[in-house]
């Protein structure tokens, strides 16, 4: 599955695609906690309602995202 991955995004190997993520979250904004806080809460049912191989809380998505946007 990476494989595919990295042949849709142009990169070689997962070196090569860390280093594509680095260069787009460069340009990130950067969000409060009530931010982040509000998102959780307004996405928990639709991410816990698809199908995951671990089951999704609040707890869970708000540290995604506060480790991904702040």
């Not at 950067?30 to 991410?47: C, F, Q």
Request: hydrophobic share 35%; no cysteine; proline share 4%.
């Amino acid at each position: 599955k990476a494989d595919k991955m990295y042949e849709a995004l142009g990169v070689k190997d997962t070196q090569a695609f860390s280093g594509l993520i680095s260069s787009i979250l460069r340009y990130r904004d950067k969000y409060t906690l009530e931010e982040l806080e509000r998102y959780t809460d307004e996405s928990i049912d639709a991410a816990a309602a698809k199908p995951n191989p671990k089951p999704v809380d609040r707890a869970a998505m708000l540290s995604i995202y506060r480790r991904s946007l702040m």
